[in-house]
């Protein structure tokens, strides 16, 4: 087909100048001209927008390739178009274009006012009560603002909300992966593939989302914590890689090559998912920082908290991928996922208890906010917050009891029990900053 003949060869042609401009760059730096070579400058800002092509390009190339195909030899294209109204696809699509729409305004501005704002100084302008470092052009001036807010607060709310549908959603792919090893047998492990084949690399998107609005929004605090937690942050983009790869070939192969990859699609979900649970483990507990710097060591992530944090994240991701597997699938599947769905919620259940009363010696701010010791309890200040873990222990227990009700009803509460607003629950989140100066 034409479309796709062009399309892989033009994302080719655009990988290829990427790689040029970079060995041109790196020879110009080592003659000591990458400053002064004007014509470089000018070919870096033409070759602009050849990423943004190059993965157009790799889109259609994947996408029309494969048809009339979604998922190859197993569901067709036909099959997989969701019996959805149109205002509904309207809606969503209405909602991903706000959200988008709102970080690009948000990120302009920013560097508008940052422009606007001049370089920083280290000395004080004469006759100013300014300390060293303001930017020059911004003396006497409030910060940053949109909307009548904080740029850092709009931003804020931009990476929680990414994270928070980072986890509802990619949570159940994960999920679902981790499951591979308890399905009956091939039959059923190609139906749960199935199931999240249209969806499983759109929700990853999120991911991308929140990690990089910490970099745009917040440099000095990805700068402090990306050292801290460099290791299982490349474990869990290595593991997402080979778990990717997998899902694709998984289909392609047959017989003992299956089964491979099939331990291989399971194996970078468990992966991936330990991988985010040390990360988040050493976040709560926090990072060795000294005038803005990480100064802590290497494996400073590596606890029995974080390891503790990471089982639950296991257990959590599991009771989403079988609500998900309760949602989409029918049969014999759909039984064993109810009887997951039981097991699991009394494990997550358990193992948020287990995190919380663990995060109450991590800091004793955590105390201080909760209300909440060891052997006493301050009944004023725990029942201001006491309503979220209750209701994220009521959603465990309506799950734990094979709680009849409508699918795509468990579906959601098996989402807050593990996302964001359930951690939201444990003491943990109520940490007032990762970090510990010294």
């Given at each position: 087909m034409w479309i796709t003949f062009w399309a892989f060869r033009v994302m080719v042609a655009?990988?290829?100048?990427?790689?040029?401009?970079?060995?041109?760059?790196?020879?110009?730096?080592?003659?000591?001209?990458?400053?002064?070579?004007?014509?470089?400058?000018?070919?870096?800002?033409?070759?602009?927008?050849s990423g943004f092509i190059a993965v157009l390009a790799g889109w259609v190339t994947a996408e029309v390739g494969r048809q009339p195909y979604v998922v190859y030899g197993v569901l067709r294209t036909a099959d997989a178009v969701s019996p959805v109204s149109t205002a509904s696809v309207a809606t969503s699509l209405?909602?991903?274009?706000?959200?988008?729409?709102?970080?690009?305004?948000?990120?302009?501005?920013?560097?508008?006012?940052?422009?606007?704002?001049?370089?920083?100084?280290?000395?004080?302008?004469?006759?100013?009560?300014?300390?060293?470092?303001?930017?020059?052009?911004?003396?006497?001036?409030?910060?940053?603002?949109?909307?009548?807010?904080?740029?850092?607060?709009?931003?804020?709310?931009?990476?929680?909300?990414?994270?928070?549908?980072?986890?509802?959603?990619?949570?159940?792919?994960?999920?679902?992966?981790?499951?591979?090893?308890f399905a009956k047998d091939a039959r059923e492990r190609d139906q749960m593939q199935a199931s999240i084949a249209p969806v499983w690399d759109g929700n990853e998107t999120w991911l991308v989302l929140g990690g990089g609005g910490l970099f745009a929004a917040f440099p000095k605090a990805y700068a402090a914590l990306m050292p801290a937690l460099y290791a299982p942050i490349i474990l869990m983009l290595l593991a997402l890689i080979f778990r990717g790869v997998a899902f694709e070939f998984r289909h392609h192969a047959r017989g003992q090559g299956k089964r491979w990859w099939t331990i291989a699609f399971a194996g970078g979900s468990i992966v991936a998912t330990i991988a985010q649970g040390l990360v988040l483990g050493g976040f709560i507990q926090g990072v060795n920082i000294e005038n803005g710097v990480f100064v802590g060591g290497s494996l400073d992530w590596l606890t029995p908290f974080s390891l503790l944090v990471a089982a639950a994240l296991v257990a959590g991701y599991a009771l989403l991928g079988a609500a998900w597997l309760v949602f989409k699938a029918q049969g014999a599947l759909y039984e064993r996922a109810r009887a997951w769905v039981t097991q699991l919620a009394l494990l997550t259940a358990l193992a948020m208890g287990a995190v919380s009363l663990a995060t109450l010696g991590v800091d004793p701010r955590v105390t201080e906010r909760w209300g909440l010791t060891m052997t006493s309890v301050d009944w004023p200040v725990f029942m201001r917050v006491a309503p979220l873990p209750l209701l994220a222990g009521l959603v465990c227990f309506l799950l734990w009891r094979r709680w009849s009700g409508q699918p795509h009803l468990a579906l959601i509460c098996s989402a807050w029990a593990c996302s964001p607003s359930a951690i939201s629950a444990s003491p943990s989140a109520c940490i007032p900053t990762s970090s510990r100066s010294r």
């Open positions: 655009m990988g290829m100048l990427m790689v040029l401009l970079g060995v041109w760059g790196v020879l110009a730096w080592a003659l000591k001209r990458l400053d002064r070579s004007s014509l470089y400058h000018w070919a870096l800002v033409a070759a602009g927008p209405l909602f991903f274009m706000i959200v988008y729409a709102i970080v690009f305004s948000a990120g302009a501005l920013y560097i508008l006012r940052l422009m606007a704002k001049g370089p920083e100084s280290d000395e004080p302008e004469p006759h100013s009560n300014q300390p060293p470092g303001t930017p020059l052009g911004a003396r006497d001036r409030g910060g940053v603002s949109m909307f009548g807010l904080e740029l850092s607060v709009i931003w804020a709310v931009l990476i929680a909300v990414a994270v928070f549908l980072y986890v509802a959603l990619d949570g159940f792919d994960l999920g679902v992966g981790i499951l591979f090893p």
